[in-house]
């Protein structure tokens, strides 16, 4: 069963704050873990991508993932009102043209 | 920078009627996607597209769907006869990786109302 789980919140956070964005998923064979960003009525924007169990960081974004609980996050430090805007999970098991299994979304909204 | 381009950026039809929804996928990217998403609901997947043929295709993808590549820079969604349960955002994608890493460069959709 591909499902992957992510609170749409919505998220209220001030400028600078941590801000942290989870999802859990089902299947053990994704193998590969996405944060994509979306602004209302736009296609999503890859942020970032991990393999497997770890961490990467990018900037002020940093992605971890946790095989073995089956549980990704995304924190982003020092969150700016830009950072407003709908941050989406999505997963695949790594097999090129397969689906990417996306999560419902977290509404963020950053306020100055 | 490349970009996916996507027409129209909304088409009302109505139920019943044809409808073909245009892409431009990035010039050397290999795969190419269509999603949908339903106004407050995930991005779902619908198909895949390599090398002239379907990849993968999911269980929304039924007999109304069809997607095409008629020529070297054109990738076609046409939906057969529309339901009103088609009204939704749907957005191309292409990649340039073998490896499905999730490097997903999408379009900024066509929205498809059904009455």
């Known amino acids: 069963q591909k499902e992957v789980e992510q609170d749409p919140g919505p998220l209220s956070v001030p400028e600078g704050a941590i801000v942290s964005l989870n999802c859990t998923y089902s299947?053990?064979?994704?193998?590969?873990f996405m944060w994509y960003r979306q602004y209302s009525r736009k296609g999503p924007e890859l942020l970032m991508y991990t393999y497997s169990s770890g961490n990467k960081e990018d900037g002020r974004f940093t992605a971890q993932v946790d095989k073995s609980s089956k549980y990704i996050s995304l924190f982003i430090r020092d969150s700016q009102p830009s950072d407003s805007a709908t941050y989406l999970c999505a997963m695949s098991d790594g097999q090129a043209g397969t689906a990417l299994i996306f999560g419902k979304g977290t509404t963020l909204s950053v306020s100055s | 920078e490349p970009e996916v381009t996507q027409t129209p950026s909304h088409q009302v039809t109505q139920m019943g009627q044809e409808v073909i929804l245009r892409c431009v996928p990035i010039?050397?990217?290999?795969?190419f996607y269509w999603y949908r998403q339903i106004l407050g609901q995930k991005v779902e997947f619908l198909v895949s597209?390599?090398?002239?043929?379907?990849?993968?295709k999911s269980e929304i993808f039924d007999d109304q769907f069809s997607v095409e590549r008629p020529d070297g820079s054109n990738f076609t969604l046409k939906i057969r006869s529309t339901k009103l349960e088609d009204s939704a955002m749907y957005f191309c994608?292409?990649?340039?990786?073998?490896?499905?890493?999730?490097?997903?460069?999408f379009g900024e959709g066509s929205r498809l109302t059904v009455l």
């Open positions: 299947n053990s064979a994704f193998q590969y």
């Open positions: 010039s050397n990217h290999l795969y």
């Open positions: 597209f390599y090398n002239n043929e379907i990849s993968e």
């Open positions: 994608a292409s990649s340039a990786d073998r490896l499905n890493t999730g490097e997903l460069f």
